[in-house]
Structures are given as structure tokens and as C-alpha cells.
């Protein structure tokens, strides 16, 4: 066993868990720190390939484009967020680019990109050059004169950028330092690095253990604890300027369908919970952000 990917402790235990979320099987052994609390997949497959199937894998959907009419209609929207910060007009996939905001010509790449989506969302609302970066999207695309998708690592890139992005990336990595230590060399002085991800100091994760839906094995290679993620972040170099929490339902309804022993497919929720089940749900998620004890965050850093 190697020491922990955070703080570097030896002090460790371990536990197994199974694939659950796309109901292909398996079992896997995973390291949780005793010093920071942070997870770590022990023996990572050689091929981690069939767990990202663009036939079942959420992130690798059809793109969905927008006619000029909505396109200009979303511009106009993002710069009233921007400039009044209203969370009624808030963009539901945006509510932190108030916070990193680096002007609509500045250069932003999102790692772990998926089929594009939000990067296409941040292009329809102003912002004119877009880099995903995800090796396993089935070939690389330019979308439009604003939009590159490249089926590569960040790493493999020549390109410096003034934001880079990782949303739910970072628990794919198998070296958390080293994509760390990647972004700050990638990113211009003053450069921000928004890193959204589960952590393990949520309160599913500590009452429901292997069954919580975001352990999702063996996908999640890496989940850290705040203290564990700040500890790697500033030896990288970063300030870490903020901890913000924004869980959703889905860390009690997607654990809910595992307790039940079944996939985590969204169009079955209305089979197996009512409105009212869900409405609390989201209720319990908006208090567990308040109290700190929801099952993922984000991360805002400065390159120093």
C-alpha cells in the first residue's frame, strides 16, 4: 500500500466496494487515512475504459446546442448574473463564475470535459475561448471558433490558461498531486483553479460508508477530506481562497437506490420516491451545505 495521496500518512484501513452505479459488478478495495480521512482506490484496473462507455455513461451524452435566439437570450442573462449576482438568474451549472470570472476573451479549459456540455453553455452565454480537455471522449471535435474539444490530458497541452476548471474531475485522477502540480504550471500568474469534487467529510459518507453514491467505484480513483485536499493544494503552491458546499439530493436518493440494491438511473426516481420525499431531500441537502456536512464542495484557488 502507498501512503496516503494527501498527507502522506502510512496509517491506514480498508474496505471493499462494488461497482454500483452502471450495475456491472465488481469488487474493489479501497484505503481510507487515518490521519486525514481521505479515500484512495487501492489497485487501480489496467483498464478503466468500460467504466466510461459513451453508450452509458452520463457525462458522454449528445451535446445539446442552442439557436441564436436562446444563445443571445443566455448572454444576456449571464451578464445580469455577473453584474448583479441574483441567484434567481443565476445559470443552474454556474453559480460559482461570479467568483472566477475572468472576462468572456481569457483563456479557460475544463478538465475532464465530457461531451462538452458546459463548456458549450459557457460559450452560448458570452465566453469565446473554451478548451475541454478528457482522454476518454471518442475523438477529438472543434464545436464552433470558440470550442475545442481535445481527447487528450491537460498535460499533453501547450497551451497556459487564466482559468481551469475540474468539475468532478479530480476524483478520476489517479495522482491528485500531480494534476495539481500540472494546473498551476498550466495556469498564467494570478490564475484561478476551481475544483468541485466529493469529499469525505460529508455526513452520508461517515453513516453509509461503501453504499454512498459517490464512493462510485472504481471510477473515483481519489476522494479527499478538505483538510487532506488543502494540505496537497498549498504544497503544490495554490491559496486556497475558499471552501464553498453544494450537495445535491442525489447523495441521499442515489445512496437510497443502492441501499435497494438497484443502478443509479434518474428516470426510476418517480417508481421509488413521491414529490414529498424529494422535495426533502433537496431541503435536507440545502442544510447539510449550511452545517458543512454535505458530500462534495468546491474548492476556489489562486495561483500565487
Excluded at 30 to 35: P, T, V
Excluded at 59 to 88: C, H, P, Q, W, Y
Excluded at 211 to 230: E, N, T
Aim: neutral net charge.
Amino acid at each position: 500500500m502507498n501512503k496516503c495521496k494527501f498527507c502522506e500518512s502510512n496509517n491506514h484501513k480498508f474496505f471493499e466496494a462494488k461497482e454500483r452505479m452502471l450495475g456491472l459488478g465488481g469488487d474493489f478495495t479501497y484505503a481510507e487515512c487515518l490521519s486525514c480521512g481521505s479515500l484512495q482506490l487501492d489497485q487501480i484496473p489496467e483498464d478503466l475504459s468500460p467504466y466510461y462507455s459513451s453508450s452509458n455513461y452520463y457525462s458522454f451524452g449528445k451535446l445539446v446546442e442552442s439557436d441564436l435566439k436562446i444563445r443571445i437570450l443566455k448572454a444576456i442573462r449571464m451578464r445580469a448574473f455577473l453584474l448583479t449576482g441574483n441567484s434567481k438568474i443565476a445559470p443552474s451549472y454556474g453559480y460559482w463564475l461570479r467568483k472566477v470570472h475572468p472576462g468572456f476573451g481569457t483563456k479557460i479549459a475544463d478538465v475532464g470535459c465530457g461531451n462538452g456540455q458546459l463548456l458549450y453553455e459557457l460559450f452560448a452565454s458570452g465566453y469565446s475561448d473554451l478548451h475541454g480537455f478528457d482522454p476518454f471522449i471518442d475523438k477529438s471535435l472543434k464545436i464552433n471558433s470558440s470550442l475545442q474539444l481535445n481527447k487528450q490530458k491537460i498535460e499533453e497541452t501547450d497551451l497556459n490558461f487564466d482559468l481551469i476548471m475540474m468539475h468532478h474531475a479530480f476524483e478520476h485522477m489517479e495522482d491528485g498531486g500531480q494534476i495539481l502540480k500540472t494546473c498551476f504550471d498550466k495556469l498564467n500568474p494570478g490564475g484561478k483553479l476551481l475544483v468541485r469534487t466529493p469529499v469525505t467529510d460529508g455526513e452520508v459518507w461517515k453513516t453509509k460508508r461503501e453504499l454512498w453514491v459517490q464512493l462510485d467505484a472504481p471510477r473515483h480513483l481519489i476522494i479527499p477530506s478538505i483538510s487532506g485536499f488543502k494540505t496537497l493544494a498549498e504544497k503544490v503552491g495554490f491559496r486556497l481562497d475558499e471552501v464553498e458546499f453544494d450537495s445535491t439530493s442525489l447523495q441521499f436518493w442515489g445512496t437510497a437506490l443502492y441501499e435497494k440494491g438497484l443502478p443509479l438511473d434518474q428516470r426510476t426516481l418517480g417508481k421509488h420516491f413521491d414529490h414529498e420525499t424529494m422535495k426533502a431531500f433537496t431541503e435536507k441537502a440545502n442544510l447539510y451545505n449550511q452545517e458543512s456536512k454535505g458530500d462534495q464542495v468546491c474548492f476556489y484557488l489562486t495561483k500565487g
